[in-house]
């Protein structure tokens, strides 16, 4: 899932929930619901954020950091349509070994 923005009406945020896969997603995803994880967001018409809603933040980045860097390899290597049939598999080892 990280790197691709995909279409809510296509079933895969249900799909997801139904399968119970924790998804961590970018602030722009915020209200989606199901099993996708976003950060707080903050607005300059509300107070700050407290320290609690930061620490999670953080927690969200560095989990996020992750994939996205597991993900960014992995494309680096392999780009879209090249036909590796296992792309899902390698991408989740290369998000697993950082």
């Not at 899932?1 to 079933?11: A, E, I, V, Y």
């Not at 996708?36 to 969200?60: C, D, E, M, Y």
Request: proline share 5%; glycine share 12%.
């Amino acid at each position: 899932m990280w790197g691709f923005r995909f279409n809510p009406g296509l079933g895969l945020i249900d799909a997801l929930t139904a399968a119970e896969v924790k998804t961590f997603a970018d602030k722009g995803y915020q209200g989606t619901g199901g099993s996708i994880r976003t950060p707080f967001k903050g607005h300059r018409l509300r107070p700050p954020l407290s320290r609690h809603q930061r620490s999670v933040n953080r927690a969200h980045a560095r989990i996020r950091a992750c994939g996205e860097r597991g993900s960014r390899r992995w494309l680096s290597r392999h780009p879209r349509g090249t036909g590796c049939q296992s792309w899902a598999e390698r991408t989740r080892r290369a998000a697993a070994s950082c």
